[in-house]
């Protein structure tokens, strides 16, 4: 690896599996937007239970999008 990583422990809110899978996709892209992802005053974009950085460019986030769509067919069932 050429990066560096760290290791802390924090308390994080998150919902279950049992609940997310439960969610309409209304309450889910309300998840989406209040309570898993965010975009901080650095312009980081952010996991909002946990706070660690995501994506910090354009490029990146491309490449998070790119790698997303990469696990789509490995994702429960369709629609």
Request: glycine residues 6%; negative net charge.
């Amino acid at each position: 690896m050429t990066y560096e990583t760290f290791t802390g422990k924090q308390e994080v809110t998150a919902v279950d599996i049992q609940t997310m899978a439960s969610m309409t996709m209304t309450d889910y892209k309300e998840y989406l937007r209040n309570g898993l992802l965010y975009v901080d005053h650095h312009d980081v974009l952010r996991s909002e239970p946990a706070g660690y950085p995501l994506a910090t460019s354009k490029a990146q986030l491309k490449a998070l999008l790119a790698y997303i769509k990469e696990l789509e067919p490995k994702i429960g069932s369709s629609e």
